[in-house]
């Protein structure tokens, strides 16, 4: 064989390194994680293929004829393995206790880290020109809410098997808390979100709109979204708070005449139609009136039209606490 063994128990890794076309097979023991990870795997043509052609030829030489740096750099190949494999490690074990742990086939929810959601809740600081503390106190609500909870809960319960194989029944609002507290602290008359899935952010959203009706502040929240089984989560004491438009987005969106004080965008995410939901919209925004794009990590159309018509934009991303994905996703904003 051409190449090399590096079997590092204290590391617990062993690094197998053909050096046949580019093969390197990798064990890499993870107790931390309580994974396994044993990977085999072909570098393509390249710089990294070329040092590891340079590595075997070495290791094919007697160690006193090797030149010190190759030596070295073979030496702490285990160590650096480490380093670069744990991360795959955690994701290895995330990524499979989501398996057992969720339903989800789409639409993932998660929570946000601690810190993450602290960073989120100061960006909404910001965007609303609201005290930080206030807004921490807003997005702290929904997970303290037991009867909210409890409602979204028996709604997954009682939903035919087939539905309810793809949801999860314990609500993880992920980056929705951020738009609750948006709507916690700018009071507003209309709230719109366009695609709605299962209805977690129309119901958080028309929670947000009660807690602010009971502190003589009503205003009303409607949803658009084509899928006639969208939003079941709008139900109970949520419901009187909210509608929902069957149809195409952009068409509902064309019906409307009332100033616009909240939009979340999450429909159709092609770039395109992102744009025109803005732009539909564009007339009924005002000074006040704040726009989350829930696509801001995959188009620059928020970007776009927050510099078209003179207002701010700021991108939080989310960070997932213990679930695979880390897709970006987040909070864009546009304001004045
Ligand atoms: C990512 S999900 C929305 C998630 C939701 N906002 C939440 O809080 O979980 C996207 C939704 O957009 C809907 N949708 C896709 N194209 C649409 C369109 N042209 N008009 C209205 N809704 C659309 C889909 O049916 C789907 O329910």
């Avoid at 807004?135 to 409890?150: G, H, Q, S, T, Y």
């Avoid at 916690?184 to 899935?197: F, H, N, Q, S, Y």
């Avoid at 119901?203 to 969208?230: F, M």
């Avoid at 979340?264 to 395109?272: F, K, L, R």
Wanted: aromatic fraction near 8%; charge should be neutral.
């Amino acid at each position: 064989m051409r190449g090399f063994e590096i079997d590092n128990k204290e590391n617990a890794v062993r690094l197998q390194v053909d050096g046949q076309d580019g093969v390197v097979r990798v064990v890499y023991d993870c107790p931390a994680e309580g994974v396994n990870i044993q990977a085999r795997v072909t570098l393509p043509s390249g710089s990294a293929r070329q040092s590891l052609d340079n590595l075997c030829a070495a290791a094919a030489q007697p160690e006193s004829s090797r030149d010190a740096l190759t030596q070295a750099r073979i030496l702490r190949l285990s160590k650096r393995t480490t380093y670069s494999f744990r991360p795959v490690a955690s994701l290895v074990r995330r990524a499979t206790a989501w398996l057992f742990a969720s339903n989800e086939i789409t639409n993932w929810s998660y929570d946000l880290t601690a810190r993450n959601e602290g960073h989120m809740a100061a960006a909404i600081a910001l965007v609303t020109k609201q005290p930080l503390k206030h807004v921490r106190a807003w997005m702290a609500e929904p997970n303290a809410d037991e009867a909210l909870k409890a409602h979204v809960m028996s709604t997954i319960a009682a939903l035919p098997v087939g539905r309810a194989a793809i949801a999860d029944a314990v609500p993880r609002w992920g980056r929705r808390l951020g738009w609750y507290a948006v709507v916690r602290a700018l009071k507003p008359k209309l709230v719109i979100e366009t695609g709605l899935d299962k209805g977690l952010g129309a119901v958080l959203l028309c929670a947000a709109l009660k807690r602010n009706a009971a502190e003589g502040h009503p205003g009303r929240y409607l949803g658009t979204d084509i899928n006639p089984n969208a939003g079941y989560l709008l139900g109970g004491p949520y419901a009187p708070f909210g509608k929902i438009a069957y149809g195409d987005s952009i068409a509902t969106l064309k019906t409307l005449t009332d100033a616009v004080d909240i939009l979340i965008n999450d429909s159709d995410h092609s770039a395109d139609y992102e744009y025109n939901e803005y732009t539909t919209l564009a007339p009924l925004f005002h000074d006040g009136s704040v726009i989350l794009g829930d696509n801001a990590h995959v188009t620059d159309k928020l970007l776009q039209f927050a510099t078209e018509t003179d207002r701010k934009f700021l991108f939080v991303q989310d960070v997932p606490d213990d679930h695979f994905y880390s897709g970006g996703s987040g909070i864009g904003f546009a304001f004045r």
